[in-house]
């Protein structure tokens, strides 16, 4: 089932991909793209760190640039944001806005 | 035997091993048992292990986890029990869930590892054939590094680094402690399980004295000068526990060279301590079954690729979590949760013949120096010549003038990480 669901799982990621970003790193062939696999660690359900999975990938990007910026505060995210380029920020969000890990 | 052992896999499996083989069919590899989906067999079922085996599974792999407990308990959050803030119970977390993805739980010691033949041999003599195997064995303690620190020590100077019995043992010891005593806590050299471990021990020991035995003090001996968060545990040290906390770096004769548990003593090049309560804290090296497997080295650790998490010594086997030498990757619980997702990709990739691509991988630690005071390092890791190195610009600790408010809010997030990761592991 699983397997099935990430199969089918794949040509609309890589649509949403392309359309968020020319040139996204990582995602390929359905695999998560670098670094997005480690989030779910913090970010779920009924933590403070709110979960990722389905918020929209605008968004996600967004909150990881101002992160990166330090225009958006934070205790460990602004640490964390300064580790990923625009274009890989952008393939953890086309991930997490396809269902991350739950797709 | 392995014939009991396949029934057992199928009735445990049942439809869903089906499902699997049908779907896993296509995309997958079958190097070594024709006929079969590929088999990876997964040791250890820590936040490496079980993990990996989530991960594995949910990947279509045919996966076999091999624990010889029936229950885990939890290191990270320990420290807490060990003071009283938390039960010994909020630490413990059942397999059953992890089973119900499909795999096969086989509660059993690994004991034997036969790289060219693709085998683990159990204690009853059951061999489990694999295509590929992860270890997430943890730590084994160094019982022969501290003289007078062996077996039967650790019953009257615990070292409470593995959870469970050790850590009820140590709060039993503190909660009797008389008034005014001396409680010991011995820091090893790195590498080790857990670098902000001792000093988290530390804090919240010196937090229990100073509320509940103001008079008692806590004597922190390391055998190193430097250690993980050490501007923001010690500006902590200084602001709240004066009275309780001496800190002794190797510098000033920190190193523990003998102890002698018959009449409590902790000796160092400089001095002898006499303790009422004593936790030492020994070397560690990876657990047992990856010297047994050939992936340790002479560290005692267990070199690997850090695209694959793939043994630099034995292919077919990866090593995840405490036991591997993951470069600039901490030990820790984060760590090896983060490893695991990434060597089981790797893993069921290099089953389908493709090859991995290159990670990044984070970890984030929190440490608590007094209830509703926290504090954390985080780091975001990339492979750069072989090993895992910091990805420069990212990571560090929490500012070290930060307002009690952030302080409060750090302590909140531990909290909530400690429920978010054991739900995704165990859950």
Known sequence: MRLAARVRAVPALSALALLLAPAPTGATEGRPPPGATSCTGCHATGAAMQPISGRPAPEIAAALAEYRSGARPATVMNRIAKGFTEAESQAIAAYFAQGGPER | MSRRLVQTRRSLLGNAASAALALAGPGLARPALAGTAPRVVVIGGGFGGATAARALRQGGVDVTLVEASGTYVSCPFSNEVIVGLQPLSAQRFGYDNLTRTGLTRVQANATGVDPSGRRVTLADGTTLPYDRLVLSPGIDLRLDAVPGYGAEAVAAMPHAWKAGEQTALLARQLEAMPEGGTVVLSAPANPYRCP????????????????????????????????????????????????????????????????????????????????????????????????IAGAADRSGWCPIDPVTFESKLVPGIHVIGDAAIAGAMPKSAFSANAQAKVCAQAVIDLLAGRAPEEPKLINTCYSLVAPGYGISIAGVFHPVNGLLADVEGAGGISPVDAPASVREQEAVYAADWYRTITREVFG
């Open chain 2, 196 to 291: 902000p471990g001792p000093y988290e021990r530390a804090s919240l020991i010196a937090h229990f004295l100073k509320t509940r035995k103001p008079r008692a003090k806590l004597i922190l001996l390391d055998a190193k000068d430097t250690f993980s968060k050490q501007r923001l545990f010690q500006s902590a040290w200084a602001a709240l526990y004066p009275d309780q906390l001496e800190y002794v770096p190797l510098a000033s004769g920190g190193q523990v060279t003998a102890v002698e548990p018959a009449a409590m003593t902790v000796r160092t090049d400089f001095s002898e301590y006499k303790a009422d309560v004593a936790c030492i804290i020994p070397p560690q090296r990876a657990g047992r079954i990856a010297a």
